[in-house]
């Protein structure tokens, strides 16, 4: 089998990994108020994401569980995929009056972008959301593709002729 390269690696949007990885060194795993304050853009959560090869489609799954539909926005522009919307702090019934201990699932507003291919069209996407996953697929955008290896010159310094300590 031919050695076939993955042309997506590293795809997912680092900016959003950063934000997620900020929001948990400043807020920490464990958040102890119930009253926190709804994240800003900064502080955004970053939900889950999986994107794989099925054939020549690429498929991107993204875990949005307590996301309404009608709260999703999926846009794609100059070759960028974006996936943003809001999850709202609702009460679970039974839950007024508690003190959370822990609260590890956020809301608040997200936003993941995916550098999809150059020749990829908005005709191509099609997105489906089904028990709190989106699942995109974006047809033939993982076929394989020309690429051309770049050749690194090697280059090594010239090495220094060491002095010889004087005897004089």
């Known amino acids: 089998m031919p050695d076939r390269r993955n042309p ?3 795809v997912t949007d680092f900016v959003s990994e950063l934000y997620r990885m900020r929001s948990l060194g400043i807020h920490g795993a464990l958040e102890t108020s119930a009253d926190n304050p709804e994240r800003t853009h900064a502080s955004a959560w970053v939900p889950s994401t999986d994107i794989l090869a099925r054939g020549d489609d690429l498929v991107i799954r993204i875990e949005l569980a307590g996301v309404d539909p009608a709260d999703v926005d999926l846009r794609f522009s100059h070759g960028v995929l974006t996936v943003s919307g809001t999850r709202h702090a609702g009460e679970v019934p039974g839950d007024e009056g508690a003190e959370f201990l822990v609260r590890e699932r956020y809301h608040g507003e997200f ?8 020749s990829v069209t908005s005709e191509q996407i099609e997105a489906a959301f089904e028990d709190g996953l989106v699942t995109i697929t ?4 993982a076929a394989d593709r020309d690429d051309t290896r770049i050749e690194v010159a090697h280059r090594t310094r ?11």
């Open 8 to 10: 997506f690696e590293g």
């Open 111 to 118: 936003r993941r972008a995916i550098t999809l291919p150059e």
């Open 138 to 141: 974006v047809q033939g955008a």
């Open 158 to 168: 010239p090495t220094r002729a060491r002095r010889k300590p004087s005897t004089d």
